[in-house]
């Protein structure tokens, strides 16, 4: 019986990095929920409206940063919605839909 505490802190400890990273992209999960899931979906397949599958994108943090700011064809503009550092979020959120 003894063992028992000793698996439970062992999970919390392997869970902790996990939880720090989902912290950290808190507020670019909201914004992309709300600012990019109609067209892209949540996970980023949604592909509405001709956008472009987001789990398949070879683009970096600097080209999806331009591209946010700046719209291309159907994809909307945000710069005039987004602060520079809520779009970093969203962006950075984007990276980690595979
Ligand atoms: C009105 C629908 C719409 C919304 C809302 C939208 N997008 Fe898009 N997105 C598109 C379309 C359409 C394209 C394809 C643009 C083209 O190449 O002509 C695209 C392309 C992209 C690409 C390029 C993918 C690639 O490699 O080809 C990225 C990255 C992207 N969108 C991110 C976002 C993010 C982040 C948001 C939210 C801030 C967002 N989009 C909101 C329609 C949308």
Redesign the pocket.
Known sequence: MKKIPFVWAALGLALLPWRSAQAATGPGEA??VT??A???GRDGRLG?????N?T????TAF??SY??QNG?????A?KKQ?SPLA?EQ??QY?LTLK
Not at 48 to 52: F, L, S
Not at 56 to 59: E, G, R, Y
């Open positions: 914004l992309f600012h990019c109609p067209c892209h509405r409206n001709g956008a472009h987001l398949q994108s070879n683009l080209g999806r591209l946010v291309l064809g159907k994809m909307p945000f987004l779009i969203v962006v984007s």
